[in-house]
């Protein structure tokens, strides 16, 4: 479906955004990745596919760094068709305690670094008249939850800066929607998981079955794959007039 497009997935060399460039690639898109760590497994993966795959290690929280991303990937993909933001981290603590230097790095690299990216790719995508930018927010984008501060203010920020996207590019072939998954068994919760674990002095899996209950109804992790699938969903023609959306696929997290 999306042979000779082009997908810039940032924070792509794990959990939900590895899954993104996995299901991006499946319709036929080449990938650029991008994301700390090691990069050739996941590259590999993606290669697997049969698409081209690029990478750039650009630093989230640098803009000029995002620019050369952007620029890495028009000079050697033709230019960027779909933008999925997606790396993000979190810091738990209450506010009181909340190290700024973590705030800021929060901001910067889940908030900010969505703004700079898609300000560098969206005149592309209005010269060609098609695009997608996917945010990946969070039910955190929709709610709240103590001691995540920073990481609840950018995703209320980025559901924000994607109605305002979507309302600047509503009459053109370019979309921004955001996706706001629930609970995900990524690096990033299995480190909260962790810590519930050490806390509560419980197994991993009794940990992660209260992780769930206190938050998630359906008691079950959402996917990378399925969450892949929703983004395949957005990029396709059946959602030319999905704009400015926060679609949460979350087990019922933000319906109680
Ligand atoms: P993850 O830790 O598995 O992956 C994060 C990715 O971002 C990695 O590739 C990492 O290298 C990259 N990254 C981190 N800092 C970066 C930086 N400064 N520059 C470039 N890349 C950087 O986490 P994940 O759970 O897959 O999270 C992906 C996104 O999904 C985040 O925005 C997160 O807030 C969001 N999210 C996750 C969950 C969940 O339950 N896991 C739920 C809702 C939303």
């Known amino acids: 479906m999306h042979t000779n497009k082009t997908a810039l997935i940032t924070g792509s060399t794990s959990g939900i955004g590895l899954g993104m460039a996995k299901a991006l690639a499946a319709q036929g898109a080449n990938i650029v990745m991008n994301g700390f760590g090691d990069k050739d497994g996941p590259m590999a993966e993606v290669a697997a596919l049969g698409v081209k795959v690029g990478f750039h290690g650009a630093d989230m929280s640098k803009p000029d760094e995002i620019e050369a991303m952007v620029r890495y990937a028009e000079a050697n993909f033709g230019g960027v068709d779909i933008l999925v933001n997606n790396a993000g981290i979190q810091h738990v603590a209450r506010i009181e305690n909340f190290p700024t230097e973590r705030w800021d790095a929060v901001i910067a690299i889940n908030l900010s670094s969505a703004f700079h990216a898609s300000r560098m790719v969206l005149p592309g995508m209005r010269a060609r008249n098609w695009g997608r930018i996917i945010n990946i927010a969070s039910v955190h984008g929709l709610v709240g939850s103590a001691e995540k501060s920073a990481y609840v203010a950018a995703k209320h920020g980025i559901v924000g800066l994607t109605k305002v996207c979507a309302l600047e590019n509503a009459t053109s072939g370019v979309t921004c929607n955001a996706i706001c998954p629930g609970w995900v068994l990524t690096p990033l919760v299995q480190k909260q998981v962790d810590a519930k674990a050490l806390a509560l002095g419980v197994s991993n899996d009794e940990a992660k079955r209260l992780?769930?209950?206190?938050?998630?109804?359906?008691?079950?992790?959402?996917?990378?794959?399925?969450?892949?699938?929703?983004?395949?969903?957005?990029?396709?023609?059946?959602?030319?007039?999905?704009?400015?959306?926060?679609?949460?696929?979350?087990?019922?997290?933000?319906?109680?």
């Open 211 to 256: 992780l769930l209950a206190e938050k998630e109804p359906s008691l079950q992790f959402t996917t990378p794959e399925e969450l892949g699938a929703l983004a395949v969903f957005l990029c396709s023609p059946a959602a030319d007039n999905v704009r400015g959306v926060a679609w949460n696929m979350d087990g019922g997290w933000a319906a109680q």
